[in-house]
């Protein structure tokens, strides 16, 4: 038993489940129920420690005994932000009971997660869930297998790799070849909840970006949006296993506001996680990898230029919040606030975010056919994709 006595086990008589989850814009998403109330939907995310509700409206569907407001920070460009701190709580995973289990409830919406993945998302769940399980995540068929480590059934081919968990959160060596051959080994916090592939966080001053890059949103944390810069490095070496020509972030250090109670060099996501098959073992101090179904897809960014969310009723409505000048959707007018109707003559509303995020990382120079409704009106527009990275 974890001796801060907050965690899972599995039902009495179990000694494997295997729980289906979505994968959502590169967001593992299950469902879970509070205190006998939901379902809800919750991202898995190993780069957090405490779960956060970040549904605001929750403080008074799951009846909660007790709160207290805690402020909590993190990466981004506002301030510190306040949460109740929860009593404990009552949360169901199918096979699964938990134990000493406490949230943060974020008194705003900051991260507005479920304009972005298209459904509703009710908050995160990270260290609680791992710290004493074993947790297999197969990218190929969306399900994860949860037992206790010492039940662990281990791949024959799989590659096992030493981590550290410190502060709640698992961290791994990588050595990181950037573009102008330099190496560096790297202490990266592995981070499910992240859908890039990598971040490095201290490098500018140091290195300067690449000489290819584009600026860009990277995200929002818990203190707003996290302002940067995308390009590419020519090796990620993780364990024997080297990826090349890989997606990188780096974040603005003259914006972005990190706090982090261990010191490192940034972040592996789920753009190269998923890329494998993962066991998760915190007792051991180990992850595994095995390659998966997308071992050999190469790491693509979007080439519209555009970022977008869903809103409304059914979140069926597609909203563009930016523009990345000298894109290709840029080269066509499209503007902030502009509402997408239709691709290729088939209704967004018949499409999830992914399947649209899919489309405009195709293919260079494919010619896409929108619907925009754009200054009142709705207007039919040729979009040709531009890689730009």
């Known amino acids: 038993m974890p001796s801060n006595a907050q965690y899972f086990t599995l039902d009495s008589n179990r000694r494997h489940i295997t729980l289906p989850f979505r994968l959502v814009r590169n967001m593992i998403v299950i469902p879970l129920k509070i205190n006998n109330k939901g379902p809800f939907n919750f991202i898995l995310d190993t780069g957090v ?18 709160k207290r407001i805690i402020k909590i920070s993190g990466m981004g460009n506002g301030e510190d932000n306040e949460a109740y701190l929860t009593s404990l709580l009552k949360i169901d995973i199918d096979g699964l009971q938990s134990h000493g289990v406490y949230a943060a409830l974020l ?49 024959h081919k799989g590659n096992k ?19 102008n051959n330099k190496k560096i080994n790297c202490k990266l916090v592995i981070d499910i909840g992240a859908g ?52 990188a972030s780096f974040p603005d250090e003259n914006n972005a506001k990190l706090i982090s109670a261990v010191p490192r060099d940034g972040n592996l996501g789920i753009g190269i996680l998923k890329q494998f098959d993962v066991i998760f073992d915190y007792a051991d101090n180990v992850i595994y990898l095995k390659p998966g179904l997308h071992f050999k897809e190469s790491f693509e960014h979007d080439m519209s230029g555009l970022e977008y ?39 967004v509303a018949r499409m999830s975010l992914g399947d649209i995020d899919s489309i405009f990382k195709s293919k260079e120079d494919r010619s896409i056919l929108l619907e925009v409704f754009h200054d009142k009106k709705y207007d039919r527009v040729i979009l040709t994709l531009k890689r730009r990275i």
């Open 196 to 247: 890039h592939p990598v971040s490095i966080e201290n490098m500018i001053k140091e290195n300067g970006l690449p000489q290819k890059f584009i600026s860009a949103n990277l995200g929002v944390g818990l203190n707003g949006p996290i302002d940067g810069f995308i390009s590419r490095i020519n090796e990620v070496d993780l364990g024997k296993y080297k990826l090349k020509n890989v997606l």
């Open 49 to 66: 420690g405490l779960m956060i509700i970040t549904e605001p409206s929750l403080v008074d569907s799951i009846n909660l005994a007790s």
């Open 107 to 155: 008194r705003k919406d900051y991260f507005n997660l479920s304009n972005y993945a298209g459904i509703p998302i009710h908050g995160l769940l990270g260290y609680d869930f791992f710290n004493n399980l074993a947790v297999k995540i197969n990218f190929g068929d969306s399900t994860l297998n949860v037992c206790l480590p010492k039940n662990l059934h281990i791949w």
């Open 309 to 347: 969310y869903a809103t409304g009723d059914g979140y069926h409505h597609i909203i563009i919040s930016r523009v990345e000048p000298g894109s290709a959707g840029d080269e066509i007018g499209l503007e902030k606030g502009d509402e997408i109707t239709a691709i290729n003559l088939e209704p």
């Open 161 to 179: 790799i030493p981590i550290t968990v410190e502060d709640r959160k698992p961290y791994v060596q990588a050595g990181i070849i950037f573009a």
